[in-house]
């Protein structure tokens, strides 16, 4: 493993934390042929105080792309988390929105709080939403 410019490489892909690193490198021991940042999901977002410079109505969305972590044989799309912010959930909600065939699923390094002012935390917002989440590893049931 070499890092550089604040990225690991492991097997030809630039992973980008140490986290990330650590399931690539289970998901290789385990024999699984995944796929790392492979493709990137359209979804849009309202743009808040948007003013449509056509017609001048409010309703304005914007398109971005999402880029989830690694792709498993068995369809199942993770996303691995250090840190879980308003930004990222809001992300994750408007993917799914987009692509309700889309079998995304969460890996958070610690089931931790929301925000410190919060008692929710990341497992139960997953539970909240609909979202299928573990804690430090991926399990092995999702390789099948």
Same mark, same amino acid.
């Given at each position: 493993?070499? &890092? @550089?410019?604040?990225?690991?490489?492991? /097997?030809?892909?630039? #992973? /980008?934390?140490?986290?990330?690193?650590?399931?690539?490198?289970? #998901?290789?021991?385990?024999?699984?042929?995944?796929?790392?940042? /492979?493709? *990137?999901?359209?979804?849009?977002?309202?743009?808040?105080?948007?003013? !449509?410079?056509? !017609?001048?109505?409010? !309703?304005?969305?914007?398109?971005?792309?999402?880029?989830?972590?690694?792709?498993?044989?068995?369809?199942?799309?993770?996303?691995?988390?250090?840190?879980?912010?308003?930004?990222? &959930?809001?992300? #994750?909600?408007?993917?799914?929105?987009?692509?309700?065939?889309?079998?995304? &699923? #969460?890996?958070?390094?610690?089931?931790?709080?929301?925000? /410190?002012?919060?008692?929710?935390? @990341?497992?139960?917002? !997953?539970?909240?939403?609909?979202? *299928? @989440?573990?804690?430090?590893?991926?399990?092995?049931?999702?390789?099948?």
């Amino acid at each position: 493993m070499a &890092r @550089y410019r604040g990225r690991y490489s492991f /097997r030809g892909d630039e #992973l /980008r934390s140490k986290f990330e690193l650590k399931l690539a490198e289970a #998901l290789h021991s385990a024999g699984i042929k995944y796929h790392y940042e /492979r493709y *990137q999901y359209e979804y849009y977002t309202k743009v808040t105080n948007g003013v !449509c410079d056509d !017609c001048a109505g409010t !309703c304005v969305y914007k398109r971005q792309w999402y880029t989830p972590d690694f792709f498993l044989p068995s369809g199942i799309v993770v996303e691995a988390k250090g840190h879980f912010t308003a930004s990222n &959930r809001t992300t #994750l909600k408007a993917v799914r929105d987009a692509h309700d065939s889309l079998d995304l &699923r #969460l890996v958070f390094m610690a089931d931790n709080k929301i925000n /410190r002012n919060s008692g929710v935390k @990341y497992s139960d917002w !997953c539970e909240q939403h609909g979202f *299928q @989440y573990a804690f430090k590893t991926i399990p092995e049931e999702w390789y099948k």
